[in-house]
């Protein structure tokens, strides 16, 4: 049985307390900093060598040579055929949905001219390689590829490099065949900090990517961090959250289980139920209680609800709405009549999931909305992971005559202005008598 805080809005401490209880710090550990430092440069310095010792250290596979990291198209697509149908209709589905929402996030070039001739705009062009990290092994999620890989595609990257460990040889068909269908160009069986140094860096067999999406563990997060600014990143993701806004009338059961579905991520996953009725709240403990003893992962679920979990009580619909945007949670369930009014008052938060019948878990797999989602508050000013995180604008700048003369006056005061004289002549040349 979890022991779940509880709190009401309307105590004088709420706002503290709810802090207290929301509060995750990444921090780094020193040791891995120290360990990932390490890494990245010796990957950096002898490329190959490096990855082969690493991977021989850490997977416990010994290759010959590098090139042997490289899976071919024909083993992408055997690993296809080798799942079963279930699985490939659903992979093959997935990917449909995902690819059809991503279709609507795709930025267009656009232009205009004024009156004396002058071109104005904004060329939008597609990064020209990006590297997927996809955890391996036992621990991996297909879903992941799809979410990470579709996006990039719709955005026109015209190769999409993944990298993916395969301890003790052990390789995941499910992920390698979401690569296949998500038109994954390279595979390249590496993991942890020395897949992320060689991403970033290029090696003699890996080539140097434009940016690095995809989830890791701390060493794989770490390197991320460290790598920013040779090469862009998505985000440094912090534990999964789910807070439910409920009015009451929604099966507890199902609210329970949604709660649940984040709690199983980890021990520091975050579930929050926001609900005016303090009836139903309790109906919601008493269902946590019945269906928590059933669950495969029930050690990590009651762990997370004793540790991050909250049941906060409001004083009306209103106050409720007012606590999630306080939040800004990485999901948000809206489980009430008029879902979708009720979402236009929502300021904050990385995917809306509207109305009783829509769970979280669908946006996870297949509803087609990417859930690479911000994380720990960062909803206040970040966005879901979609095509224009593969997609680059470049100014454009064509001046006439006409408004390099009438432009370059302009210039010429405001550089003179800064003490910027060859600013203000490179201008003033342009200008007519």
């Known amino acids: 049985m979890a022991t779940i805080k509880q709190l009401k ?3 004088p401490d709420f706002l503290p307390q709810l802090e207290r209880q929301l509060a995750w710090e990444q921090s780094a550990d020193s040791e891995v900093v120290a360990t990932v430092t390490d890494i990245l440069a010796d990957v950096r310095q002898r490329g190959d060598a490096a990855l082969l ?3 021989a250290r850490f997977d416990r596979v010994e290759l010959a040579s590098a090139a042997e990291l490289e899976l071919s198209s024909d083993q992408l697509q ?6 079963d149908e279930d699985h490939r209709q659903a992979l093959e589905r997935a990917a449909d949905r995902i690819h059809s929402y991503a279709e609507h996030q795709k930025m267009e070039s656009w232009s205009y001219t004024e009156e004396d001739g002058t071109v104005l705009g904004q060329k939008v062009t597609p990064m020209d390689r990006v590297g997927l990290y996809v955890p391996g092994g036992k621990a991996a999620y297909p879903s992941s590829v799809l979410m ?3 996006p990039a595609k719709v955005a026109g990257v015209p190769e999409l490099i993944m990298v993916v460990p395969t301890p ?3 390789r995941n068909d499910l992920v390698l065949a979401a690569a296949a269908i998500s038109g994954v160009d390279r595979v390249f069986t590496v993991g942890g900090a020395q897949a992320v140094a060689a991403l970033a860096y290029g090696t003699e067999t890996i080539p140097r990517v434009d940016k690095i999406t995809g989830p890791g563990n701390a060493y794989v997060a770490t390197a991320k961090r460290l790598v920013y600014g040779v090469v862009g990143i998505d985000m440094i993701a912090g534990p999964s959250e789910i807070l439910v806004v409920c009015d009451g009338k929604t099966d507890p059961d199902w609210i329970a289980m949604d709660l649940f579905s984040q709690a199983e991520h980890d021990e520091d996953a975050q579930s929050i139920l926001v609900c005016p ?6 109906q919601v403990k008493a269902s946590i209680d019945k269906l928590l003893r059933d669950m495969p992962r029930a ?3 009651g762990t997370s609800l004793s540790n991050r979990a909250v049941l906060i009580e409001a004083e009306n619909m209103e106050d409720a709405i007012e606590v999630a945007n306080h939040v800004a949670p990485e999901h ?10 009720w979402a236009q008052q929502i300021r904050h938060a990385g995917a809306i999931f509207m109305g009783r019948y829509t769970a979280e878990a669908l946006g996870d797999y297949c509803a087609g909305p990417n859930h690479v989602l911000p994380t720990s508050g960062t909803a206040r000013f970040s966005s879901p992971l979609g095509v224009y995180d593969f997609q680059k604008r470049s100014s454009l700048i064509g001046c006439s005559a006409q408004g390099a003369s009438d432009l370059g006056k302009c210039a010429s005061v405001l550089a003179h202005g800064e003490g910027l004289v060859a600013h203000a002549r490179s201008a003033e040349y342009r200008i007519k008598d």
Do not use: H, K, P, R
């Open 9 to 11: 809005t309307g105590d």
């Open 53 to 55: 010792e690493y991977t």
């Open 78 to 83: 055997a690993a296809l055929g080798a799942i």
């Open 148 to 150: 990470n890989a579709v």
């Open 168 to 170: 003790a040889g052990e």
């Open 277 to 282: 009725d303090a009836d139903f709240i309790e």
């Open 299 to 301: 050690d990590i679920i």
């Open 332 to 341: 948000l369930e809206l489980s009430m009549d008029d879902a979708e009014q």
